[in-house]
């Protein structure tokens, strides 16, 4: 098991997180797994020490006040994408996720974006960031 790296965080900043006029990195600031040390709550960055493929997965829950939304980033570049234009919708919350097997080198970071004008739930459990590595490169 020393070298597995795998980390499971959740969003719990007590309510609704959002919405902000221009994108904003998620902290999921409650650690519930983080073996390898890679992933950082207090930036809300997942950093590879070793080259490899990942596998990433985020889910999310948000109230229909907002259209709400997420995006998996390496670096600079869009991975995948949620969003529900919940406003124009009969529910009453939202739920979603996404995921993506990446291949980061050493030194690239992974993060979730709130997209501007999103905003999701941050409270509860119910929106969540994992990672692990899958193999080495």
Request: net charge negative; aromatic share 14%.
């Amino acid at each position: 098991m020393e070298d597995d790296i795998m980390f499971t965080a959740v969003a719990d900043q007590g309510g609704n997180c959002g919405p902000y006029d221009e994108d904003t990195t998620l902290i999921f600031n409650k650690v519930i797994t983080n073996i390898g040390d890679g992933y950082d709550n207090t930036s809300g960055l997942f950093t590879a020490f070793t080259s490899g493929y990942y596998y990433f997965t985020f889910f999310y829950h948000a109230g229909t006040e907002h259209v709400s939304g997420l995006t998996l980033m390496k670096n600079s570049e869009v991975i995948t994408k949620t969003f529900e234009d919940s406003e124009n919708g009969p529910d009453f919350t939202d739920n979603a996720g996404n995921s993506a097997f990446v291949k980061l080198e050493r030194g690239n970071v992974v993060f979730v974006r709130l997209p501007a004008r999103c905003q999701v739930h941050a409270s509860d459990n119910t929106t969540t960031f994992s990672g692990f590595l899958v193999s080495r490169a």
